[in-house]
């Protein structure tokens, strides 16, 4: 069965008098933003702010010395990592981390998992490997080999 294709009509109405006449709101563009117009539709261009992260950058040697080998080469963490490194490692609550490709999102996945396994970790520094299961889905299989 085939759905007809229909026209939508996207223009605010006032939700006070659902019987006036419709109104038309203006919005205000970001500082910098650029709207072009193109056949059939319209293109906005924002451009990204830049946010400086202000944050001590934490180094390596300050995790527990079991994690430090995961991160072989690095000195110290980046500012979004150290930035999200106390939730990480201290808490089991969600976390959503949006940055630009290589900024460090998955050496914070990589926290992320060592904070489950830290609640494994035997009084002899073994890992009991049955008593957890951790699932990493990523976007290319390139982050994961």
């Not at 008098?17 to 924002?46: H, M, R, T």
Request: aromatic residues 6%; positive net charge.
């Amino acid at each position: 069965m085939r759905i007809p294709k229909k026209k939508i009509d996207l223009t605010l109405h006032d939700t006070t008098d659902y019987l006036s006449k419709k109104q038309e709101y203006k919005f205000k563009l970001p500082d910098g933003a650029e709207k072009v117009q193109k056949p059939g539709y319209e293109e906005i261009i924002i451009p990204a702010r830049k946010n400086e992260i202000k944050t001590e950058l934490v180094e390596i040697t300050s995790l527990p010395d079991w994690m430090q080998p995961v991160f072989t080469g690095i000195k110290r963490f980046n500012p979004i990592q150290s930035k999200v490194l106390d939730h990480t490692l201290n808490s089991n609550e969600n976390m959503l981390v949006c940055a630009p490709t290589s900024a460090g999102k998955t050496n914070v996945a990589l926290l992320s998992i060592l904070e489950v396994i830290s609640n494994y970790v035997r009084e002899d520094s073994t890992i009991d490997l049955k008593a957890f299961k951790v699932v990493y889905i990523a976007p290319m299989k390139a982050l994961v080999s």
